[in-house]
């Protein structure tokens, strides 16, 4: 089973700021097959990014994704209001599709 | 537009069985397959499997094992998660989505198991 450890647990930060989320895979995850989702209170997760760095239908440029093998990175190049969630990873290349543990984006 | 409708919330004693649905709209349902993923109370996500609209084949992650089951009515673009001998611990939103990449989600199902 491949296990993704997301950092930091809970990011503080202003709007109009740069959020740089970590997910590490603790073996490689083939294809670069991982997906970034977001989740706010009482609403479904969304897909936002997958294949590590292609962004969703009607995703926002200000979310991307880069990275390879056993680390990646979600970028949220300026902080919108909308933007403070629950970011999660998930990689879909091996049986069970693990889930990291999520990072909370706060406002400061 | 894909939209994936899942039943209300569901609120069951200990031992008995509950049924989820998940009906889908908008896109051929047996081109793509779909995932369950368990939310417990302000906890993360959890993948429970898979089912292939296609083949009718399931295949469950460790801890979903014997008690809970993926089933669908092509009729009716529509798939099932059953949990049966419920227990407090199965407290929790749980998900549809569509395919690998989870791209579309139903809106969640809230099953509270209490006495």
């Known amino acids: 089973e491949i296990v993704l450890t997301q950092s930091p647990g809970t990011l503080s930060l202003s709007p109009g700021e740069r959020a740089t989320l970590s997910c590490r895979a603790s073996q490689s995850v083939s294809n670069n097959y991982l997906a970034w989702y977001q989740q706010k209170p009482g609403q479904a997760p969304r897909l936002l990014i997958y294949?590590?760095?292609s962004r969703a239908t009607g995703i926002p440029d200000r979310f991307s994704g880069s990275g390879s093998g056993t680390d990646f990175t979600l970028t949220i190049s300026r902080l919108e209001p909308e933007d403070f969630a629950v970011y999660y990873c998930?990689?879909?290349?091996?049986?069970?599709?693990?889930f990291g543990q999520g990072t909370k984006v706060e406002i400061k | 537009q894909v939209q994936l409708v899942q039943s209300g919330s569901e609120l069951k004693r200990p031992g008995a069985s509950v049924k989820v649905s998940c009906k889908a709209s908008g896109y051929s349902f047996t081109s793509y397959a779909l995932n369950w993923v368990r939310q417990a109370p302000g906890q993360g996500l959890e993948w429970m499997g898979w089912i292939s609209t296609n083949t009718r084949n399931a295949a469950y992650a460790q801890g979903f094992t014997g008690r809970f089951v993926f089933s669908l009515d092509t009729s009716v673009s529509t798939a099932y998660l059953q949990i049966n001998s419920l227990k407090a611990e199965d407290t929790a939103v749980y998900y549809c989505a569509r395919a690998m990449i989870s791209d579309y989600w139903g809106q969640g199902t809230l099953v509270t198991v209490s006495s």
């Open positions: 998930q990689q879909y290349a091996s049986s069970p599709r693990t």
């Open positions: 294949g590590a760095s």
